[in-house]
């Protein structure tokens, strides 16, 4: 769907929006803002990284932000992640997505002309709330999640599918580290003379704020799983070293019980009156033992 949004007759550039584009709905724009078939392409392709291009008369972006809702065991770009393509020059803005995006339509219902005058700007504004949303879902759910699974580790409350929602949550931060690595150059373009400005800066902010945030929960996420897991083998090692105690204990028992248990005719002290209640006491008395010497060295 081509929606106009913006007409340079009352407005300082034309801003036109498309949703769920089809090729259909670039044969008009194609010719009137001369859009290159190259950019159109990667336009209706799914799946592209933030980049930005410098064509004859005008630049093409792809920018991406964070939905405002995704499931928590999503792990792909397209699942985590919602595409803005534009095409923008001194004289047209062209806005592509698919879905309803929550900042591009706040923009488009109240576009403020007073401070954004020019296509250079509202297109440093669009990307300025892209990187908005990842630093949104980092104070507003991931750190809030990763607390609640530093409880869960500290205080042996693991549930059945904590370590699974874990995995999933580093393998998000892994891909926004990734998006936000490429970001660095539209960021830096946006900071060239041509472009730089007092909002160029406040982008560049974002960006570095955005960035810090997630080097530190990734850091965070590994410590926590690295923590999980040496607690988990420092349990199975209690577990082992019970078992061992146990088996020591009853080795030498065994032993003896197997002996005794031969009953070969001419075997001393098998028709003694008191070679039960004697092997008996003999046994507990090398119990006692083993559990003096296992207290002796601080092994129980």
């Given amino acids: 769907m081509v929606r106009t949004i913006l007409d340079s007759g009352n407005a300082p550039f034309d801003w036109i929006d498309i949703s769920e584009p089809t090729l259909q709905d670039f044969e008009l724009l194609r010719s009137k803002y001369q859009l290159h078939e190259a950019s159109i392409k990667d336009c209706l392709q799914i799946g592209q990284l933030p980049k930005i291009e410098e064509f004859e008369n ?17 792990d792909t770009l397209t699942e ?3 595409r803005i393509s534009v095409f923008f020059s001194d004289k047209f803005v062209i806005t592509v997505h698919r879905g309803n995006i929550e900042y591009l339509e706040k923009l488009a219902g109240s576009f403020p002309l007073q401070k954004l005058n020019s296509s250079k700007l509202f297109i440093n504004h669009l990307t300025s709330e892209a990187l908005k949303t990842f630093e949104n879902l980092v104070i507003t759910k991931l750190n809030t999640q990763l607390d609640s699974y530093e409880e869960m580790v500290f205080l042996n ?3 059945k599918d904590f370590l699974r929602q874990l995995y999933y949550i ?4 892994d891909l926004i580290r990734i998006i936000l690595t490429l970001y660095k150059d539209i960021v830096d373009f946006f900071h060239l003379s041509a472009f730089k ?3 160029t800066q406040d982008l560049k ?29 420092n349990h199975t090692n209690d577990i082992m070293r019970t078992l061992t ?3 020591v204990f009853f080795m030498p028992l065994t032993f003896i019980v197997g002996v005794y248990g031969m009953n070969f005719k001419n075997m001393p002290e098998l028709e003694w009156y008191y070679g039960y209640p004697a092997i008996m006491l003999a046994m507990a008395v090398l119990a006692a033992l083993i559990y003096y010497w296992f207290k002796k060295r601080r092994w129980l």
């Fill in 245 to 247: 105690i146990i088996s």
């Fill in 80 to 82: 985590i992640t919602e």
């Fill in 170 to 173: 580093k393998r998000q931060i």
């Fill in 197 to 199: 400005n007092i909002y």
């Fill in 157 to 159: 409350r693991r549930k």
């Fill in 58 to 74: 005008y630049h093409f972006l792809i920018i991406r932000s964070i939905p405002t809702k995704f499931d928590n065991f999503s």
């Fill in 205 to 233: 902010d974002i960006y570095a704020r955005s960035s810090t945030l997630y080097r530190n929960i990734s850091e965070n996420t590994a410590q926590l799983l690295s923590v999980y897991f040496n607690i988990e083998s």
